[in-house]
């Protein structure tokens, strides 16, 4: 089971001019068992586009979607239920403005399970254990979800979301408008969510760093094609990173330019971390 | 929610895209009057042969115009029923019976049965309803009749088909020009249009350019916030909020969670609004430039001219007959 792309496009009508190609054959198959996969690329190069396939938000022009063993095309069935497979398909837009309207930030967060059917009690609990989980006490539990930060907002939406226990976690720039340390205690949730619950993580994101550090695997578009499909070790070694309109993790880029200044062959410059990175110029100093 | 267009502008460059947004604003107000001064059929036939002309001097596809017509397609036709059913006028052109009995009843409750299963696989709903309509008619006049307990009978008088084509006619001409005015003219332009030609207002209290800027700034805006209720409709319905069915209390519930990001993003997208123009210098009640002023050139003085000679022509009907 899982998510699976076949031959998918997908085009936006446009006034007059017929349409615009947003997604170009994609194919390619998410598992539901703890995958950790950043989608990368260009503004505008589809990655919305993309994560709205995948829980029949919108259906492909061309080709199929399977969610979960249910057959999505351009058509609707009428035998597909649609909304049910938002519950396993769990996605989180990019502005929390989008989603929250609630008098409470407890009612918010239960605004998803009780959609779904689940009982009262059972989501009010539930919604309690997705706000601790994102990193917000209880007292936030009966503050409006309006008068929060950015990144307070961000964090409820999320919980919104999580409450709903999805299989797949899908996240549209979760890290966007957050500081360093948010940005950190987030990433680490999701490591942690898919370590503990082996829930599969999706994610949209810029910052090079992160996929390169957590991601199990990396896909990236560039005009609504899918360019690149692997782990990040195989993605930052390619010599292409520039035309896709990406660039190195910072640790590498600051280990490359190293290695250039003082001319050390021998050095690696893939590195994670800044520890790994002291410790592999230590090796090649010493060496 | 993207087939929503308003103010359906359609880029071009036939004469009316020519003409000063103030010359088609004023000869849509002026032509209106002139159809309302004809009196009979005949002559509100002559002027929609000439509208039809006008449309193909501008080069305007009828097919498009045709497509405006279809929100009014229901008024129209209920416009004609009742005047073709009330109106009591003139000679009798048609009658017959109608038998309520048990058959036909029986007979009318399996129509509105095959009439409702039939709904959700058609494309064409009105088209169908009307069908309907003709079918149950019929079903009454010729089912023979058991038990009858009723008898209704119909009659159509030439008041009621000359009233309604009348109004349906009339009804034609004016969406015509009024279509012609939005599919040619750019929502910026119109509303410049209607600010210098409302600025004699400002005698009466009323501030022209006030005016055409908060028209100007909901054009502007409804696009965007469209595109929004779009998003906010899509981030919900991820966590299970279901638009289409679901019970009334439930619907309730889900409308508020459109409405309540909308109107706090509108809120939010005003104040930075506000913040941008002042930034930029703008101030209230001062007068602005513009980059493209308004002309008006030789098309329009011929424009002015035909819909002079219309309104004197229309008046002119009106005092012989």
Known sequence: MGIEFRHVSYNYAKMNTGFFQALHDISMDISDKGEFICLVGQTGSGKSTLVQHMNALIFPSEGQVVIEGNVITSKRNKKTDYNSLRKHVGLVFQFPEYQLFEETVEKDIMFGPLNFKVPAKEAAASAKEALRQVGLDESYLERSPLNLSGGEKKRVSIAGILALDPDVLVLDEPTSGLDPAGKRHLMELFSEIRENTGKTIVLITHDMDLVYQYASRVLVLNSGELVFDGTPDALFRRKDLSENHLDYPGVVKILKAVKEKFGLSEMDVYKKTPDEAAREIKRVMSS | ?321
């Open chain 2, 1 to 321: 929610m993207k087939g929503i267009v308003i103010g359906q502008y359609v880029p071009g460059t036939g004469f009316f895209y020519k003409l000063d947004p103030r010359t088609k604003i004023a000869a849509v107000v002026i032509l209106m009057v002139a159809v309302f001064l004809l009196k009979n059929i005949p002559q509100l036939l002559i002027a929609l042969a000439l509208s039809i002309v006008l449309l193909l001097v501008g080069r305007i596809s009828i097919g498009k115009v045709l497509n405006g017509l279809k929100p009014l397609l229901v008024l129209m036709v209920f416009t004609f029923f009742f005047q073709v059913l009330f109106n009591t006028e003139g000679n009798i052109v048609w009658q017959t019976d109608f038998y309520f009995s048990l058959s036909s009843m029986l007979a009318l409750a399996a129509l509105t049965v095959l009439w409702r299963l039939l709904v959700p696989h058609v494309k064409f709903r009105f088209l169908l309803f009307l069908v309907y309509l003709v079918g149950a008619f019929a079903l009454l006049h010729y089912i023979p009749s058991w038990y009858r307990f009723a008898t209704w009978q119909f009659v159509i008088y030439s008041k009621g088909l000359e009233m309604s084509a009348f109004v349906i006619i009339r009804l034609l001409i004016i969406i015509t020009f009024s279509t012609v005015l939005t599919l040619t003219t750019r929502p910026t332009d119109l509303t410049q249009g209607l600010e210098k030609i409302m600025r004699p207002m400002k005698f009466i209290g009323i501030n022209s350019d006030e005016f055409a800027l908060i028209i100007s700034i909901s054009l502007r805006f409804i696009p965007t916030i469209f595109d929004e209720a779009t998003k906010i409709m899509a981030a919900q319905a991820s966590r299970g909020a279901d638009f289409a069915q679901g019970k009334l209390k439930n619907k309730v519930k889900q409308i508020v969670s459109l409405l309540v990001p909308m109107f706090i993003i509108a809120f939010k997208r005003s104040e930075d609004l506000a913040d941008a123009m002042e930034s930029r210098n703008f101030v209230p009640g001062q007068p602005r430039t513009r980059i493209y002023e308004l002309s008006f050139r030789k098309a329009d003085a011929v424009a002015a001219m035909f819909i002079v000679i219309c309104l004197a022509g229309s008046i002119v009907l009106r005092i012989l007959t």
